[in-house]
Every structure is written in C-alpha cells, then in structure tokens.
C-alpha cells in the first residue's frame, strides 16, 4: 500500500510566521502536489514537482513556496503566514505512469 | 478550459436508499475520469477510474460508475447506502496530455438511519 504522511495533523501559527508543511512518500512516487482544500471550492493545486529539484507552479502559488531535495519528500513553505492562509493542506503522489493520485491525511494550518 | 461541475452541493439519503452523485467535465483530449471520497478529518482515498474500455466501472465499497461520453458525464452510484459512507465525494478528471488532476467541488452526502 502507498503511504504517504504528513508531519502534522493540525497546526496553528501566528500571522508573519515562516511555516513548513511537510510530505514524505514511500512509494518511489515520482510527482508530488500540494493542494489546499477550502469549503466550497474543491481542491486547489498549490504546486507540483515531477522529479527532485523540479517544480511547477499550480493555480494559487502566490505566497508558497516548495523543495524537494529528495525523491521521497516535498516541502511547502509559507514565507509570511497570513490569515487568508487558513485551510486544510493536501500532500499527494503519482507515478509517471498512473494518473491516479495517493493522498495524505491532510494538516489543518490555523493562522491567527 | 478544463473544468469538472458537481451540481450537487448537498445530498441526504436514508440509509439503504441508492444513492447517484453526479459528475460532468468539460474536457478537450480523451478524459481519464476519478472519484475518491474523503471522510472527516482525513485525505482522499480513491473509490474508482476510467481509462478505457468498459463504461461501466467497478470501485471499492460497493460502488459504480458510468462514463458516458455523449453527455461528458461520470455517475457515481450506490444501490445501497450504508451509515458509514457519510462523506465528502470528489469526481476529478485528467488526460494523457498532463499529470495533473482537476478536481470537482466535491458533494457532502448525508446519512440517516
């Protein structure tokens, strides 16, 4: 089975903070998302990356940014928390050859 | 532009009742089609796909769905609903041209006993 974890369930920051959302996978996944989930509006890509070093912007990367220095992990990165930040963050995997994507257990980032 | 509707915001079903949530896309290449299911507090666990072939899928669970084409749509049903698939439904499409998935808005089904 693909496990893929996320280094926390529930996370509350204050306004300005640096905050790092991290994803590890144990599947040999090649592509990794981030996405955020927000009531009413689905889930919305944030970034991607398809190899180590590599990244795509998704539809809202302004304010995030990521890192995938190793295959199995993919980091987002909120430079400046603000509270419009406020959501349920999804990490998920997909190999090169499926379409099909493995999903984290999500974190739920508060900003006050 | 790409795009995948769930018209259905809200569905509440009594428990035993089948169940039909709807999915329509809006997509240039051939669809690869998805629907997963998300309860409380968790991430998306994948329910069923499309590739090819047969319209008519099989998932986990007990549920199904049906690609049509000639309506751009991927049914998702239940012919009997238990408790425990109280949940948040997502119906998502893809293509060979790209990696990525788009995702409906997702429909939060309700069960009573």
């Known amino acids: 089975d693909v496990k893929v974890t996320q280094s926390s369930r529930y996370l509350v920051k204050r306004t300005g903070e640096k905050v790092f959302l991290e994803c590890v996978q144990d599947?040999?996944?090649?592509?990794m998302f981030w996405y955020r989930q927000d009531p009413g509006l689905g889930l919305r890509l944030i970034y991607f990356?398809?190899?180590?070093?590599?990244?795509e912007k998704g539809d809202i990367p302004e304010g995030y940014s990521v890192s995938r220095e190793k295959k199995e992990r993919f980091s987002l990165i909120l430079e400046s928390a603000s509270t419009n930040q406020t959501s349920m963050y999804l990490c998920?995997?997909?190999?090169?050859?499926?379409?099909?994507?493995?999903f984290g257990p999500g974190t739920r980032l508060t900003v006050t | 532009a790409q795009s995948v509707t769930q018209p259905d915001i809200h569905i509440t079903v009594s428990e035993g009742a089948s169940l039909e949530l709807r999915c329509n896309y809006s997509y240039g290449a051939t669809p690869y089609l998805f629907w997963y299911v998300q309860s409380p507090g968790q991430g998306l666990q994948l329910l069923l796909k499309?590739?090819?072939?047969?319209?008519l899928v099989q998932g986990i669970k007990g549920f199904e769905a049906e690609f049509k084409r000639s309506q751009s749509s991927f049914n998702l049903r239940k012919p009997s609903v238990h408790w425990s698939d109280a949940a948040e439904y997502f119906c998502?499409?893809?293509?060979?041209?790209?990696?990525?998935?788009?995702f409906g808005t997702g429909t939060r089904l309700q069960v009573f006993p």
């Open positions: 990356s398809y190899d180590v070093k590599m990244k």
């Open positions: 998502a499409v893809g293509s060979l041209n790209t990696d990525k998935l788009i």
């Open positions: 599947m040999d996944h090649e592509n």
């Open positions: 998920a995997t997909q190999t090169q050859s499926s379409y099909e994507q493995y």
């Open positions: 499309y590739f090819s072939g047969d319209t």
